[in-house]
């Protein structure tokens, strides 16, 4: 015996329960290119006061954050972004040749101040440390940084 005893109810909740169940089933209308850049993030972390600087990108907005942790110093500064900034940001990297550039050692255990720059697509997610020492491909890294630089205020520079 059933629980429901109207059959007009026994019809409607199963056309209920299938309604809502296709009605979610439905496929996400945006896609990701496997090789689309999806977030950027580069920093300046270390030296004798502990200065840091880190800068997050995404395809709306940008975020920094600045200071100096030896005199409690702390910045930060927000701003969204339009697709003509962030192309800009993404047309310096070639990402199929993300996997040739090569990290080296921190330099922070010798008050030095390590560069690190991290770039992920839906795919694979890329970081690298101090990657100035690899002359033949970190160039498209130089040209990500100074475009980041470009986008920032003069008092955050």
Not at 17 to 27: G, V, Y
Not at 86 to 92: A, E, G, I, K, T
Not at 111 to 118: K, R, S
């Amino acid at each position: 015996m059933s629980a429901i005893k109207n059959t007009g109810l026994k019809l409607f909740f199963p056309t209920l329960l299938l309604l809502i169940f296709f009605s979610c089933n439905q496929k996400n209308e945006t896609t990701f290119q496997p090789n689309e850049i999806t977030f950027i993030s580069y920093s300046d972390i270390g030296g004798e006061l502990g200065n840091y600087k880190i800068i997050k990108a995404t395809k709306d907005s940008i975020h920094l954050e600045k200071g100096a942790t030896d005199i409690k110093a702390h910045k930060e500064w927000k701003s969204a972004i339009t697709p003509e900034i962030w192309q800009r940001l993404v047309s310096c990297i070639d990402v199929k040749t993300l996997d040739k550039i090569k990290s080296s050692p921190s330099q922070q255990s010798v008050d030095g101040i390590d560069e690190t720059f991290q770039i992920r697509t839906p795919k694979k997610y890329h970081a690298y440390v101090n990657s100035y020492v690899d002359t033949v491909h970190y160039k498209q890294l130089q040209n990500l940084k100074d475009q980041l630089q470009n986008i920032l205020p003069k008092e955050y520079k």
